[in-house]
């Protein structure tokens, strides 16, 4: 089963970043329509588990949807998780489904992300620039390789160095979740 060691980080100097990595691979442009489902007192959630729909709009305007399932974090510090992910040929099929199992829609959101797929160290890596328009123009980066759970910690120790190598310090690695970062800030908006 493969485990997605990833490290997020909340970028301080995000064109500084980004220049580094320009230098390693081209951009993909893509905006992610992510839908996130659990069961209605949220079980899946408080013990680790996810199920998202994603659809991915590219640069084109070419579109294809992803379903994941994800495991609770074999690392804690880092919240890498085992994953299972399928292409889904239509989204809106998949929403009945999932309904029929139990499953609600808990939280939707969109991001904004740039990929980078690159090989360092002798590890394929994706990292992925991400904005999410609600959170008021913060950006990350997200750097990720697919691991036997037996190998995550020498992955992420490789992801440690790239981070570096792009300039990223650790006071800006965060474990902070996109959906409860958008959450917080649904719950605190005026009109929320």
């Known amino acids: 089963m493969a485990v997605e060691a990833e490290l997020k ?37 408080a013990t680790g588990y996810e199920v998202r729909l994603r659809t991915i709009t590219g640069n084109a305007g070419e579109v294809r949807s992803l379903l994941t399932f994800k495991e609770p974090a074999v690392d804690t510090a880092s919240d890498s998780k085992p994953e299972h992910e399928t292409s889904v040929g239509d ?13 609600v829609e808990v939280i ?39 691991t036997a759970r037996e190998d995550v910690n020498a992955g992420l120790s490789v992801i440690r160095r790239v981070l570096n190598e792009l300039g990223v310090t650790d006071d800006e690695l965060t474990t902070e979740t996109y959906t409860g970062a958008v959450t917080a800030r649904r719950r605190n908006r005026p009109d929320g």
Not at 15 to 39: C, G, K, N, T
């Open 108 to 146: 939707a959101f969109e991001k904004r992300c740039t990929n980078y797929r690159f090989t360092a160290h002798r590890r394929h890596l994706l990292a992925t620039l991400v904005e999410v328009p609600e959170l008021g123009g913060e950006t990350y980066i997200e750097v990720e390789t697919l």
């Open 9 to 45: 980080a909340r970028l301080h100097n995000p064109e500084h970043v980004l220049q580094r990595l320009a230098e390693r691979a081209p951009a993909e442009h893509s905006v992610y329509a992510d839908r996130y489902f659990d069961f209605p007192d949220h079980r899946l959630g």
């Open 91 to 103: 989204s809106n099929a998949v929403v009945p489904l999932l309904g029929a199992l139990g499953l």
